[in-house]
């Protein structure tokens, strides 16, 4: 007989429930000294708050990091996990602690089973900072936990890893510093931020064209697709206009549809879906833009594409004015591709930072 599932409960609160009523007092009981933080940050969908009752299949559950000096996760890192594979509760909420790994071994996950006697197989990890961060961020992250990051460092980082860091909760931090890493992270520096939304203006630029002259030869299908490409891009431009990062591309409408409503931008945005027409939905952008204050006011109205017959924002216009205000010589010395997400896409390549590093270096590098 196949024993149902309880009811979802969304799996911060269950990270939450796991420290309270289990980690928290084994922990003060066998180290009542120790000092450590406790969180749930990193990946996964809960930690953005996009799990539903489907994240359940795999690799989904009580889970929580605990961060220790770099000689107490040393000292007692190993004693702490067997710890709590032996007393961990069966059960937090209704839910297994016991997790079974299975699927190809180089990219495994992990699916919640009834626990059996003996010890747990549970997922509250331990770490020190600076190598979690490694493990994470790359090679260059570990001195994150002490300085901040270099414009470069900033660069290639993808938005999602950046949500990933500052999203999630942080239950306790006795030394303060899972606290003081997020605060760093928390969002882009001034001029990096106007350097980048200026090189989304440009990306929306290079395209916005090309929906008519699709439409006008007949193509259907090169419009919508080129339609597509730039409402994805108009939703990373509202998303950085509100300073919030962009998620994976499975979560990019629910972070969309989190932000202050538009009476104009969402409907229009829907609209060109089934259309192509982006018009409503770049002057809605534009008009953010001017409520940002961060260059004189721009006309915020559509115009024609030269002496073509269809209409455009010339967001270029947008990108200029915004490269204009960038005044830190470094950001100013780029070209406007912008942080490695705006220019790339693959999972398989923003998932190793070493390749990213190499590229935006090289990148960096051709205009030195």
């Not at 730039?230 to 509100?242: A, K, Y």
């Not at 549809?257 to 829907?270: H, T």
């Not at 953010?288 to 269809?310: C, Q």
Request: glycine share 6%; charged share 25%.
């Amino acid at each position: 007989m196949i024993t149902p599932e309880p009811p979802f409960v969304p799996r911060l609160e269950l990270a939450a429930a796991l420290y309270e009523d289990a980690v928290r007092p084994l922990l003060e009981s066998a180290y009542p000294r120790l000092r450590f933080a406790a969180a749930r940050i990193g990946p996964g969908s809960e930690v953005l708050g996009f799990d539903t009752a489907r994240s359940a299949d795999h690799d989904w559950g009580p889970r929580l990091q605990l961060f220790l000096t770099p000689e107490d996760a040393e000292r007692h890192g190993p004693a702490i996990t067997a710890l709590l594979a032996e007393r961990l509760p069966p059960q937090i909420r209704g839910w297994s602690t016991h997790f079974r790994a299975t699927g190809d071994p180089r990219n495994p996950v992990s699916h919640l089973e009834p626990a059996t006697a003996g010890a747990v197989d549970h997922r509250v990890t331990v770490h020190h900072l600076p190598g979690w961060l490694t493990t994470q961020l790359g090679p260059r992250a570990a001195a994150w936990a002490d300085t901040d990051p270099t414009t470069t460092d900033w660069l290639a980082l993808p938005q999602q890893k950046l949500a990933e860091l500052t999203a999630g909760i942080v239950l306790r931090d006795d030394h303060g510093t899972v606290t003081a890493v997020r605060r760093r992270f928390r969002w882009y520096p001034d001029q990096l931020w106007r350097y980048l939304m200026a090189c989304q203006w440009q990306r929306i630029a290079q395209e916005e064209a090309f929906v008519g002259r699709c439409a006008e030869t007949g193509d259907e299908l090169g419009a919508a697709v080129v339609a597509a490409r730039l409402v994805r891009d108009l939703m990373r431009l509202t998303l950085l206009q509100h300073r919030s990062f962009a998620p994976y591309s499975k979560w990019l409408g629910q972070a969309f549809a989190r932000l202050p409503a538009d009476p104009v931008l969402g409907p229009a945005l829907r609209a060109v879906l089934a259309a192509t027409d982006l018009c409503d939905a770049y002057e809605s952008a534009a008009r953010a833009h001017n409520a940002l204050a961060l260059t004189e006011p721009l006309d915020p109205t559509r115009r024609p594409y030269h002496s073509r017959p269809y209409l455009v924002l010339h967001a270029d216009r947008f990108a200029r004015a915004l490269q204009r205000t960038v005044t830190e010589p470094e950001l100013r010395e780029l070209p406007l591709t912008g942080a490695v997400d705006q220019w790339a896409d693959s999972t398989d390549l923003l998932a190793h930072p070493a390749a990213v590093y190499a590229a935006v270096d090289a990148l960096a590098g051709e205009v030195r």
